[in-house]
């Protein structure tokens, strides 16, 4: 192990800011400050500082488990990779490749997301597979490909922010999800840009901000369509722009003039002087962009809600410039790259679509399989849930905890319950692993060395910088093991290497040509240059592989770097020494869409999208609106983070926040256990009294499991396009409970 510092990111979100680890006397490692990283230059929050706290084997998993008289008891590697592929191997004999599902995570790096992809396709044959990055950011994903025919969650580097003139942050709170990420907002402010939040609630992201909106959770389509019709009505179109560079604008037109202010704030609750002074402040400026994070894409018309403010950056020439865009804020360690490489439902790796036969041909021959033995699109996350212990009899899980995360949670927890199989690969015991007949243990992060692509596209190496403890192994072991058992020797023949860089270098095959190209990085240059944009193909002019695919061809135009801010950016990244050694090296891609968009013609799409309710108003019986989300101190489900002492202290467990109003009508006081119902279920947790919340509104974070869990209330109504369930919005009735 080396001895010297050893520069990593972050294991959890999305920013995956830099740190470097030290090495310490007891074995373990020390996080200290990594400046050199542009995205935090430094800084970090508790869960980052933390972090080291979930490698001690105290808190780890460090046996297999199998389940034998009803308890997990600990067994060999062998015992338990037999039992798996025996369990696996049985369900697909007696109902199927398809009745074996797969479940991944957005957490996962590159090469895991990729080999698991490839593991459920080719080894066991099922087109079950998908992950939970369907709840996280799958509606702006699906809305960025209909508007530009491309999704990266940011299409330009957040050390644009600053230079803006106004950001609109829809349903982000980012100081407590991305703190050190507030700087940009900071430097916008000091820049003289403008910040307008849009949040139910007075977030500590809010209270930053120069404008905030309040309006009632799930109607941000409403409002967003209320901004355009000002937008028209007071002459703000970019004519110019709307004719030259998109294509719909009519339908999109019509549909924003049927949302009049006053109908708009009867939807929303914010008044026409606030939706006016919002435009204002959008419009004024030369530049500005609209960032969206989960309060209005987990919503059951999320795709809908970022078309509606897509609509709002189009009409008024702000996206596809320099300083001005639409971006969505994703939020996982790997939420971008794990959404690019074959784990969802619909994929192939490079951003491909399953059922596009030339990507199947390309994906196919680097895997050494026939394109027709491929399977098909399988289910979305929720679905595939829901249908365990019916059309699916065995799961293999690695990278959620979805007893705590998954929507109508009591639901799921019995679902998995009626498995005939589960097996769960995981760094610790989460709720979900401690339902499994097998559980492996496995390494993370500062164990193991891969890749992870962050919220700006930019494709990061972690790398190792400690020695597990004994009893762990890598996911890509697992899949390894698992293919050789299930596949026989054609299992090991198609490949599921256990060096990271080895898959690293398949999936730089698989992705060429493809929207989301990887073939021009390697770890050599992730080492370099401090992380490389994609799409970044293997030649500056190389040509798209698929060439019957008209979007790669767009693509691989609009990646252009014939842009001066692009070319300065190249440099910046360090370029130059790359350019040294191999010549016509593909600098990546910071900022796209300058030249024209992804979609065939290069022009961007409106969407012709109006205002709808969410899929369960509150009445007579659940009167109140639940929405739900997350606080700085604890990460997801909580399986890593409730690990950690110092951020237990700081959020000890569920709450539920509620205004004083509504507080008092119950009779309550601040900390008295209330409780809340939905259809689905009840869960009580004590009351945090606040102004700073609407008064028809209460929240509840998701990142406990138990009495308090708020998913045991959540509704899964999907969104039609991008499955998403509705996390966002659900009628409840909040009751006080008395001993
Ligand atoms: N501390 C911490 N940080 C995290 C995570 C974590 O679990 N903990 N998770 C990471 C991940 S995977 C993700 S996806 C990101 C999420 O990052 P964010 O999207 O910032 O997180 P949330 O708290 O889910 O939702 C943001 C805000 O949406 C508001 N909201 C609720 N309903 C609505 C609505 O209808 N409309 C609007 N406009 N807003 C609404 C909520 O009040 C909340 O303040 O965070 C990442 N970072
Ligand atoms: N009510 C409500 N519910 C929500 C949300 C919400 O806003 N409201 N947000 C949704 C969103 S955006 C998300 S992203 C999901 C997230 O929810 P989950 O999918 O449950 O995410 P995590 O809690 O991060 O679970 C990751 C699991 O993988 C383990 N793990 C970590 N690293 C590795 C690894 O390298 N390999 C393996 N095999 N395991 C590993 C962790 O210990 C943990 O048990 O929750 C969703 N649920
Ligand atoms: S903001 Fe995200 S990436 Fe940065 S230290 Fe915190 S959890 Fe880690
Ligand atoms: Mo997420």
Redesign the pocket.
Known sequence: MPNSATPTHCP???LQCGMNLTPLQDGGVAVVERPDFPVNKGAL?G?GRTAPAVLASSVRLTSPLVRSGGELVPATWDEALDRIAEGLARTRTEHGPDACGVFGG?GLTNEKAYSLGKFARIVLGTSQIDYNGRF??SSAAAAGMKAFGLDRGLPFPLEDIPKTGCVIL?????A???PPSLRFFTELKENGGTLIV????R?K?AEQADLHLA??????LALALGMLHLVVADGRVDEEYVQERTVGWEDARAAAMAHWPEFVERITGVSVPQLRDAVRMFCEPEHAMVLT????E??SKGTDTVGAWINLCLATGRAGRPLSGYGC????GN?QGGREHGQKADQLPGYRKLDDPAARRHVAEVWGVDPDSLPGPGRSAYELLDALGTDIKSLLLMGSNPVVSAPRAAHIEERIKSLDFLAVCDVVLSETAALADVVLPVTQWAEETGTTTNLEGRVLLRRRAITPPEGVRSDLDVMHELAARLGGEKGLEKGFPTDPEEVFEELRRASAGGAADYSGITYGRLAEENGVFWPCPAQADAAPADSEDSEDASLDAAAGADDPAQDDEATDDGTTSAEAKGGAVHPGTPRLFFDRFATPDGRARFAPVSHRAIAEEPDAEYPVLL??????????SGAQTRRVDELNAAAPGPFVELHPRLAARLGAADGDPVAVVSRRGRAVAPARITTGIRPDTV?M?F?WPGEGRANTLTNPALDPTSRMPE???CAVRVEAVRN
């Open positions: 959890y979100c999305a929050c869960k957005g996280c950011m829809v349903g982000s709170n980012l407590e999800t991305m849009i949040d139910p609630r977030t992201t309006p009632r959770p799930g109607t941000d994070a989960r309060g209005p987990q919503q804020l994703t939020g996982q939420g929405t739900t989300g997350r606080v700085v101190a604890q990460y997801q929240f974070p990142h996390f966002k919005a």
